[in-house]
């Protein structure tokens, strides 16, 4: 297909994943300031199209609850440490939309008023409405849970039209195209597909609450300039998970 067709109508609202490793850049700890104000550059360029944007970030940049727990950690503590993490990545990316003249609000599932607001459903939406990205920080509130799940989650109860998963790649590839250069990108593929391939795209939790509810995925590269733009713009970019048809 080409880069310029249409894959759909433009996107009203959508809900945006993006890893903590995504604010990180290259040095793969903490956050760039560079690459912060890259995102909230692009991100003010749709957001000034009028599209409504919901925002859930990881926090492996500054701490993974998993890799904790294999270290000896207890799981449930390092997975709320996690949790700590993606509300200072959502702090970092508020502040760079504010630089950025966009009104945001960060809402956090773990209480802390004098940080965050507490995420209630209805008050997200109305944000939207009101033209302000919402950052959700905090994943579910709960441990076992990743930010994969959250994203799938939010979307839902935002009435967002589709989830957006930021990577450092095109799309989603039959083998890691890192290691293998053949490895095939699939420009769409259905949910049952992912989950039966095995393939790393979102965790198996928030693939099957997609799946249950019909709401699509789009995998796309955040490192190319303007590749989010052409994306809620309805073009096709990166690899569309939806129902078969």
Known sequence: MAADKKRSQPYKRILLKLSGEALA???GYGIDTTVLKSIAEELKEIHDKGIQIGIVLGGGNIFRGIKGATQGMDRASADYMGMLAT????????????????????????????????????RAVRHLEKKRVVIFGGGTGNPYFTTDTTAALRAMEIGSEVVIKATKVDGIYDADPVKNPKAKMFQEISYIDVLQKGLSVMDSTAISLCMDNKLPIIVFNLGKAGELKRL???QQVGTLVRQEK
């Open 25 to 27: 850049g290259n040095t």
């Open 87 to 122: 509300v200072l990545n959502c702090l970092a990316l508020s502040d760079a939309l504010e630089r950025e003249g966009v009104q945001t609000r960060v809402q956090s599932a773990i209480e802390m008023r004098e940080l965050a607001e507490p995420y209630i459903r209805r």
């Open 232 to 234: 809620v713009e309805g």
